[in-house]
Structure formats: C-alpha cells, structure tokens
C-alpha cells in the first residue's frame, strides 16, 4: 500500500481491507492459499490492527508488518522499545522484529485448543511503543486447517440381530467427531461392501450428519453367524480425512441343527517315536445351536486295540495326543473314527487319518553272507573273498546305506545287487609282513543326522612256498685246532625261511665237493636240522691249513627252495712238533767234529746249529741256549740265530777237546725242545793229533781216562812242534782265518726234512753256508770237518752238501786220501 493511499484512509476514518493470498503446506503437502485481513482502526488510543492467517504456523513466520501499517519508521520500532504484549493474562503469541518491523509468530496456535467449535477464532494482542506512549490493539483472526481426523469413541460397534428380522429394519448408529468446522468437519459416510446391510446417511438438527444402518437381505444365522462390517467417515478438507469403526453383527439362532465337523476327512502327519502326550490334532465339530443343544462332545468310534493304546482324544476341546510308542517300521498309517455328539443327542462323523512319518531310528545292519578264509598270498589283485549284505528298516533316504573300509588295507568293497557288496583284493598280499588283517566296514544311512554301524572282519593269510631260506651271513669263516677230536663242532650256520610251518621248515646239507682230493665228507659233516658242522676226523695243520664248504640249505615247500652259503674252514696251528736239529746230525747218526784254530779271538764263528721247526707261527720260533760245556765261558751260542762264537780268546790251558750240549725250544705253550751236542777240536792241524776214535764214546769214563792219557802224551811229544807251526799258520794265513770265522754256515739240502717250508715268513732257515770236510784216513769212527766260510753269494744250501752219512759210506773206497772236497 503506498503512503498516499494510507494518508487518504486516515483522514476519511475509513477502513481499508487487505486480501493477501498465501499457501500453507498441511500434513499431506499440499498448501491451502488464505486469506490475510488487515483493518486499520484509528481511534483516540492508536489505530488498531487486525491480522487473519491459518493455525498451526510455524514459529518466525510473518503474520504482518507493524512498520507500515503504523507508517513508523524502523528507526523509530528500534527507538521506541516497540513490543507486544498480551491483552490480560494470556500468552503473548507474536513479536516484533524491530530490524524489518514484521509481527511474526512466537508461539504454536492451535484453533481447535484455543476456541473448540466456536465458528471465530480471535486472539487479542497489544503494540506498546515508549516515548511517548502509545498503545495499538492487534486482532489476531486464526482461520480452521483440515488437521483433525474423524473419530468414534469406540472402536466396535456391537449389533445383535435375529434373523428372523425383516427386511428394510433400521439401526442407527454412532456418528463420528471431528474438532475441526466448517467444510474441515464430516461430510460423509461410507460402509464396506457386503449383501446383507446398506448405508443412510442423514442430517439431524444442527446440520451434522450421522449414519443408518439399513438390512437389506435376511440374515441366516446357520449360514453366518456373525458379520463384521468397517464404517468410514470422511471430512470436507482438502485432502480429506476419515476414520472408522468396526460393526459387528451377532446373528440369533435357534436350535434346529446337529453338530457338523470342520472336515469330513482329517488328515495328519506324524514323526515316528514321538513323546506322550504330543498333540496329533485338534478336532472341530460346530452345532449352530445354542446353549445346551450346541455343546458338543467327542469321542472314538470303533477302533483296533493297537489304536486304542497309542490314541487318546479329550471329549471337551477334541485334541488328540499319543499315549503310546508310535513305530514307523510297525504300522505307517492309523486310522481312527471320531464321533462328534451335542446334548441333544444329535451326532456326527468324521476321519481322522494319521500317517507316520519315518525318522531315522534305526542303524544299519551289516551281514556277513559268506567268507573265504584263509586267502592264499598269491591271490590275484580282484579276487573276491567275501559277500556283504546290509539292510536298514527305515525308508527313503533313511534307507539309503553307504558302505565303506576306512584303514588302509589291501581290499575294498565292490556294490553288487542291491544292498550286497563283494569284499576283493585290491593289491598283492604278502603273508609274511602281514599275515592277519582287521577289516571294519562301516555303513552309514543317508538320515538326517546319519547312523552308521560297522562290523570287523578278521581275514587271515595262507602261506605259499615264495621264499628261498636266507642264510644269516654272505658267507662263513670257522677256525679249528689241529688235532681236534673227530666229531667236535666246527661252527654253524643258520639261516630263515620266512614262510610258515612245512613251507618255513629248513633243511641243511653239504654241497658235494673234493678236498685235496678227497670228498668233503671225509672231512666234516652237518647236522640237517640245526646246521652245526662237524669235524669227520682230526686235522693236522702241517697237511691241510685250510679248506672251503658249500653248504645247502632248503626248505620243505612244494616245490622246495633252496639256497647256499660258503664256509671257510681255517685249521688252527698247535705246537705238537717238536724242533728238529738239521746241523748237526741228531745222535745215533754218524758225527763230524768242528777243529777250532788256536789262533781263534773272541767274536769267532766256530759253528752253526739249525733247526726247523714243522709248525708255524710262535709254535715256529725257535730258541737256542747252552745246556754244558767242558770249557764254561769259552763258547756261546746266539739265542735266535744258533751261531756258536768264541767268547773270548783261546788260550793254551784250553782243553783240545770240547764237547758243547746244546738245547734248541720252540715258543710254544708248552715249549718242546730237543739237544744236540757238538763236538769242538782246538788244533791247527790234523797231524799233531794221533789216530782218533769216535769222541762219542768219551761220554764213558774208561774212554774218557784213555784219550786224556793220549792226549797228555801227544801234547807232550808235539809242544814244541805244534807251537812252531801254530806260529808259522797264524803268520802266514791270518788273514785266511779271518775270513774263515767270518763266514756263514750253510747246510745241505739233504739235511732238511720234506715238506719242510717257510711258514708265514717265519722260517728257521736264514742263510746259507758251505761247508769244506777234511777227513784224517783209514779210521771208520774219527772224522774230523773243518769248515771253510765262503762269502753270502755261495751257491744254494741243497747244492753244496750230502748226507754225512753217504759221504762216510763213500770215503770207505778213498784209503788214505789225504784230502777230499765236496
């Protein structure tokens, strides 16, 4: 509105009316457009303000602007304190917003709360500007919103109605409030759709409507009891509004009618093994009469005794529950008579069909229907051994089994005709690393949860022939003593044959062999069942040291296996032989005599004793030592060499003649030894002495007084002739006698025994010698030998000497010879 126009008004007196359109959003969204009426009123206290806008605006919004209105400046609104105030005690339900000099709302304004029904709503206000004062009377007009629905006091409306009403009877019925006015308020109503009932509505004398309930068709009370009808009622506004309320209709009957059941044929499903008292079914039989004639009662009709203990039925309410075990496997349907009776005495029939429902309640049974056992080792990969049957009373899937070995064994199950299996051979079997199996097979159903069972089968392992005995060890050594007692034990050999009984049994024998020529029989035999040699005979070491056996050993299978070992028999060295002297000549033989040079120093070699010794080892070492001397200390003998040296100088008191007792032990336990005596002649030449006569018979003591008398006189008549040639020898072949003690002795092939060798190395015979015989002439029983040493490269001992005693046989032909080399 412009200044000019206001002014005008003003001075007229007159009241201008604004129009001012708005739209206001209600609870559906929709904005209504209303209508603002402002009325400026100019009187002796200040103009007055009216102001019209809807209820229920928001806080802040703008009702109008006081500024223009009042032609005031916003200046003056800040200036002059201007506020609103409530007019008495009420609220204050606007305020000025001295910044845009807008009224706007300041508290929620609800119509329906402020002035209920009444058809003007209005809401006085006061403006208050200080200095001066002036006070402006504001008229808030709050317009009706749609923000109420239609509502009944209850929810149900109950109607009873016989049904022997006519058509065309009315009944009235509640009418429905709504705190709105005007169009907002209750327009009309509306009723569900259905045969019996239609709707009248009517005005009643302040103009509100309300509803008639009008029958339209009879009501039959056997067909429909009851009937439940939705009334709604609909406001003016924009959206609309309703409410509504339930109508139930109770239908009177008489009492014409038998009970009847719910169903002809009732028909229930029930899990087998199920607790006592579990309800089957509730049965339903309904009398359309009333009171007394429509009590109805139930019971069984005729049933099987086996019904009549697992089947119960309460004659009040008609539930059925089990009393008794109900067995899937049994019995799957039961059928059972009920009779439904009111207290007319009026009955009826129906059926009741229980059918059982399978649980999985009963495990698997496996059957062994047949077993071959034992099963042979040499059974092929296939073979079948044995049938399975496993049957299960339950149905279906509970039914289904599935049947498995779970250990890793050399069989499995194979399905066959329905629930049968063939147990076979999966692979080869072997008796001796298993000779006995535990088979469990176990069978499981496909229920829910599953059952299983399972059964051990114990399948034992025949043995066949497939092993050859295995001796213990590749191959045997066995050492004997020599001279062992015939039938002593030499070893024994074993061997094992992992097959059982006859198949496993061994038997031992010697492999037919020769010997040194001789069956291997003659030397040892075995014990055939427990496989210890034995010694035929009494070996001998210096024949046979050693020998070899093949020894047999074979089962007692069908067809016998067999294998062999080699034993080596070592026959053991004893010291059963005693040393044997090969120079000199043992006694009883012919003897020679060793001359020993005057001129002889320490140290000299005068002789050798050899021996050997026919065993071998440290039975084979031989010792030397000095048993008696006619000179003590003049001579000794090397203990491992039987060297016979000087030990000191010769001097003139010697005796001529020595005679030395000489012992030779082996080292054996016990030592054996043997003596040997050498007969020794301190001279340089054969002509100082005179004819000789065999020294052995010095040993008694009428000879010996006669060769002491015979050489006191010689030593007597040759003094000073020995001295003389003693002198001119050592002068001319000293060095010739040099060469001669320095010598080694070597003795003749024929004086060794045969068969005599090294053993081991460890022989007796360690040099050779050669040896130069001068013999004196014409005497059988004085031979005399002097020995002449030749260097290390001589020739071989069984080329330099003969027997002693065919060399005496031959010197028998030579007379005088006066010098004889061999």
């Not at 049904?163 to 169009?183: C, H, W």
């Not at 069942?529 to 070899?548: I, M, P």
């Not at 100082?688 to 008549?717: G, N």
Request: charged fraction near 20%.
């Amino acid at each position: 509105m412009s200044s000019d126009i206001r002014t005008s008004l003003r001075r007229s007196g007159g009241r201008i009316v604004m129009f001012f359109k708005t739209a206001f959003e209600g609870s559906l969204g929709i904005r209504l457009v209303l209508c603002f009426s402002v009325v400026l009123m100019v009187g002796s206290a200040g103009a007055e303000l009216s102001y019209s806008f809807p209820e229920e605006l928001k806080r802040g919004s703008v009702i109008g602007n006081i500024a223009e209105d009042l032609s005031l400046d916003l200046s003056a609104l800040r200036a002059r304190n201007a506020r609103t105030d409530s007019a008495g005690k009420g609220k204050r339900y606007c305020d000025i917003n001295v910044n845009t000099g807008e009224l706007t709302v300041a508290e929620r304004i609800d119509r329906e709360g402020l002035c209920g029904k009444k058809a003007s709503c209005v809401i006085k206000q006061e403006v208050v500007l200080e200095n001066p004062l002036e006070l402006h009377p504001v008229s808030l007009h709050v317009q009706d919103i749609n923000d109420n629905s239609p509502i009944y006091s209850k929810n149900v409306i109950n109607l009873e109605i016989g049904e022997s009403v006519a058509k065309g009877t009315r009944f009235l019925l509640e009418e429905a409030t709504d705190d709105d006015i005007g169009p907002n308020s209750v327009q009309t109503y509306t009723l569900q759709s259905n045969q019996h009932f239609t709707l009248s509505i009517q005005n009643n004398a302040v103009g509100q409507k309300y509803a008639e309930l009008v029958l339209d068709k009879e009501l039959d009370r056997e067909q429909q009891q009851e009937l439940t009808l939705t009334l709604t009622a609909v406001d003016g506004g924009t959206p609309p509004r309703s409410g509504t309320v339930v109508i139930h209709v109770t239908v009177l009957d008489a009492n014409d009618n038998a009970p009847v059941f719910s169903q002809s044929v009732y028909k229930v499903s029930l899990p087998e093994n199920s607790p006592l008292n579990t309800v089957v079914l509730t049965v339903s039989a309904t009398d359309a009469d009333e009171g007394q004639n429509g009590e109805v009662t139930y019971a069984f009709g005729r049933l099987l005794e086996k019904d009549k203990s697992m089947f119960s039925i309460d004659h009040r309410s008609g539930v059925v529950t089990v009393i008794g075990a109900v067995d899937y496997e049994e019995e799957t349907t039961h059928e059972l008579r009920i009779v439904a009776k009111d207290g007319a005495g009026l009955t009826s029939y129906s059926d009741l069909i229980v059918d059982v429902i399978d649980v999985n309640d009963n495990i698997p049974v496996i059957a062994v229907k047949s077993l071959k056992i034992p099963v042979p080792e040499n059974a092929v990969p296939g073979t079948e051994v044995g049938i399975i049957n496993v049957q299960d009373r339950d149905s279906e899937n509970n039914q289904k089994v599935h049947c498995s070995i779970q250990q890793s064994v050399p069989f499995k199950l194979v399905p066959s005709i329905k629930n049968y299996y063939s147990l076979v051979t999966t692979g080869e079997l072997d008796r001796e690393l298993v000779s006995d199996y535990n088979i469990t097979i176990t069978a499981s159903d496909e229920g829910s949860p599953p059952l299983s069972s399972s059964k051990t089968l114990h399948l034992s392992v025949a043995d066949v022939n497939d092993n050859p005995p295995v001796f213990e060890e590749q191959s045997y050594s066995a050492h004997v003593k020599e001279n062992n007692k015939a039938g002593s034990s030499v070893c024994r050999v074993a061997a094992r044959d992992p097959d059982w009984r006859q198949n496993g049994t061994v038997v031992y024998s010697l492999s037919p062999s020769d010997v040194s020529g001789a069956t291997v029989s003659s030397f040892v035999s075995i014990n055939g069942d427990t496989g210890v040699l034995h010694a035929v005979r009494s070996f001998d070491y210096e024949q046979l040291k050693s020998f070899k056996v093949l020894v047999l050993a074979r089962d007692n299978g069908s067809p016998p296996l067999s294998s062999n070992v080699s034993v080596s028999v070592w026959i053991g060295d004893e010291n059963d032989n005693s040393p044997q002297i090969l120079y000199p000549s043992p006694e009883g033989h012919s003897f020679m005599t060793e001359m020993v040079p005057k001129a002889a120093q320490s140290g000299s070699l005068v002789s050798k004793v050899i021996a050997v010794d026919a065993d071998s080892g440290q039975n084979a070492w031989l010792s030397y030592h000095m048993v008696k001397a006619t000179e003590p200390g003049l001579f000794t003998i090397g203990e491992h060499s039987g060297e016979i040296r000087t030990q000191r100088d010769i001097s003139e008191s010697d005796h001529m003649k020595q005679n030395l007792v000489l012992s030779v032990r082996d080292n054996g336990q016990p030592s054996l030894s043997v003596t040997c005596t050498v007969y020794l002649l301190i001279s340089d030449n054969l002509a100082e002495l005179p004819e000789l006569k065999d020294m052995s018979y010095e040993e008694s003591s009428s000879k010996l007084t006669f060769y002491l008398i015979i050489a006191l006189v010689s030593v007597s008549t040759f003094f000073l002739t020995f001295i003389i040639i003693v002198l001119a020898v050592r002068f001319c072949h000293r060095r010739k006698s040099r060469l001669l003690f320095d010598g080694a002795v070597a003795i003749p092939s024929a004086y060794l025994p045969p068969n005599y060798a090294e053993v081991e190395g460890a022989g007796t015979l360690r040099s050779s010698y050669n040896y130069d015989a001068y013999l004196t002439t014409g005497s059988r029983t004085s031979d005399f030998k002097f020995i002449t040493s030749y260097s290390d490269r001589t020739l071989p001992a069984d080329l330099t000497l003969k027997k002693v005693q065919s060399s005496m046989n031959d010197l028998d032909g030579l007379g005088d010879s006066s010098e004889i080399i061999w």
